[in-house]
């Protein structure tokens, strides 16, 4: 069985078939202490410009700390991560922060909003930290405020007085799609969302992706996905069990030939 099962493979734009890959690989190894287990090895894993990927694996397998060296949370202990050609284990924790800032966009598991902010304050937000998404937000000559409500827009979120409250007081659908803005706003090359979907039912969940996969698309920016839940893969570009390309986890036993 192959490590990475290809469900269609997502059209390029004439010239684009040359560009490097968003993201690239190359023997990782990564432990939290120098004394400490290896806790994700990956031979090698390549993801193309505006692919739609869908990273599945059960709960303790290493996937959230994969998501940690793409965005450059962590750096590997061997080998190489490269996100758009640059290798971030060369750089240092701050210019990596500023990396990160710059091109990914992150939707958490808890989604991580400002309690005290607004909704549009909070999608405001990931434009504070990275000046080259402010201008990307904001090149149709539009503020990064008219940018947000856009986004909330496009995400089912445009209602006037749902915009202004605080984000405790909304639901667990509509603090997702704000997550979602925030991650959106400023055109990320990259966007990572770890297990967003998991408190929503079925029909939220398809919804939800719709819009996604809407809002990437307009900027083909790559969608890297993780869920354990496999009824979620089909629509995706391409599907990566984790337990096939993460080294450091146990293998099956096999049974002895008779």
């Known amino acids: 069985m192959s490590t990475l099962q290809s469900s269609?493979?997502?059209s390029l734009a004439k010239g684009e078939e040359t560009l490097e890959p968003v993201v690239e690989l190359s023997?990782?190894?990564?432990?939290?202490?120098?004394?400490?287990p290896v806790v994700v090895?990956?031979?090698?894993?390549?993801?193309?410009?505006?692919?739609?990927?869908?990273?599945r694996g059960p709960s303790g397998s290493g996937k959230?700390?994969?998501?940690?060296?793409?965005?450059g949370v962590v750096a590997p202990r061997e080998g190489t991560v490269r996100v758009l050609g640059q290798d971030l284990g060369k750089l240092g924790s701050a210019a990596r922060d500023r990396f990160r800032a710059d091109h990914i966009g992150f939707i958490f598991q808890m989604f991580n909003l400002i309690p005290y902010l607004s909704v549009v304050e909070n999608v405001c937000l990931a434009c504070g930290f990275s000046e080259r998404r402010r201008l990307r937000a904001t090149r149709a000559g539009a503020s990064v405020e008219t940018e947000a409500v856009r986004l909330l827009g496009h995400l089912d979120m445009a209602d006037a007085a749902v915009l202004r409250r605080p984000v405790t007081n909304l639901s667990v659908?509509?603090?997702q799609?704000?997550?979602?803005?925030?991650?959106l706003i400023g055109a990320p090359e990259l966007v990572i969302a770890d297990e967003p979907t998991s408190s929503l039912d079925a029909d939220l969940r398809s919804a939800?992706?719709?819009?996604l996969f809407r809002e990437c698309a307009q900027e083909r920016t790559t969608l890297i996905f993780v869920s354990h839940d496999a009824s979620l893969a089909p629509r995706f570009d391409r599907e990566i069990a984790f337990s096939a390309i993460n080294r450091a986890l146990p293998r099956p036993a096999t049974a002895n030939a008779p």
């Open 8 to 10: 269609r493979t997502p």
């Open 27 to 36: 023997n990782v190894r990564f432990s939290w202490a120098a004394a400490s």
């Open 41 to 55: 090895d990956i031979e090698s894993l390549r993801i193309a410009n505006a692919e739609r990927i869908f990273l």
């Open 64 to 71: 959230t700390t994969l998501l940690s060296l793409l965005a």
């Open 173 to 175: 659908g509509q603090q």
């Open 177 to 183: 799609r704000v997550a979602a803005a925030r991650a």
């Open 208 to 211: 939800f992706l719709d819009l």
